[in-house]
């Protein structure tokens, strides 16, 4: 039976790239904003294009169906879905984020021939190994847009990524895991990361 994906439906977002994505990687994928629907799931996946605290403050009562101690389902973060299970941002002022991966959500500050936002093609490096990555070269080229970075500690990177600086571009703590860049939008290494979590990580 294919594997019951939960894409969280909280108005922010590209949800059907995502669908997409999960169905070519071989999910039965569902959007939705039902908490029940989203605790019973195999894996859940957290996307999200936009601003840090609008994405908290859309997200709502969903933060208690996410953050539920019983509830120990894979959870996967997409771009601001990943900046969102961190500690807080400094997008437009301090917020909280969810607490789910330890560090903060820094801005990039543009460096010489370097723009922000950093967006288009750059490497992974992997840094520990992880079923997320199965099959994977150390260094793999996926596709970025993004204008802040996630500040972990080692602990929690499972990639690093170079522009301006070196920043983690994939997290992980327990179940939960997130990546900066997007793997709807990545190609073969992105569709790979995507059967990954579905058939290792779920």
């Not at 997200?59 to 539920?68: A, E, I, Q, Y």
């Not at 961190?86 to 990039?108: A, I, T, Y």
Request: glycine share 10%; charged share 20%; hydrophobic share 40%.
């Amino acid at each position: 039976m294919k594997k019951r994906i939960v894409i969280i439906d909280y108005g922010l977002g590209n949800l059907r790239s995502v669908f997409r994505g999960l169905e070519r990687a071989g999910a039965a994928p569902t959007i939705t904003a039902d908490p029940e629907t989203i605790a019973s799931a195999d894996g859940i996946v957290l996307p999200g294009v936009g601003a840090f605290r609008e994405g908290m403050e859309m997200l709502g009562d969903l933060k208690d169906t996410v953050l539920d101690p019983a509830n120990d389902t894979p959870l996967l973060g997409i771009c601001l879905g990943m900046q969102m299970l961190m500690d807080s941002s400094e997008e437009h002022g301090v917020h909280r984020g969810l607490g789910l991966v330890p560090g903060d959500v820094k801005r990039f500050i543009p460096a010489a021939g370097e723009k922000v936002p950093h967006m288009g093609w750059n490497t992974i490096r992997i840094e520990q190994d992880t079923p997320l990555f199965d099959g994977l070269r150390e260094e793999e080229y996926v596709y970025f847009v993004h204008s802040y970075y996630a500040a972990a500690a080692p602990a929690h990177t499972l990639t690093s990524t170079t522009y301006i600086h070196p920043f983690a571009s994939a997290v992980k703590n327990g179940s939960t895991y997130g990546v900066q860049f997007h793997p709807e939008k990545s190609g073969a290494v992105g569709l790979k990361i995507l059967e990954n979590f579905i058939e290792r990580v779920c």
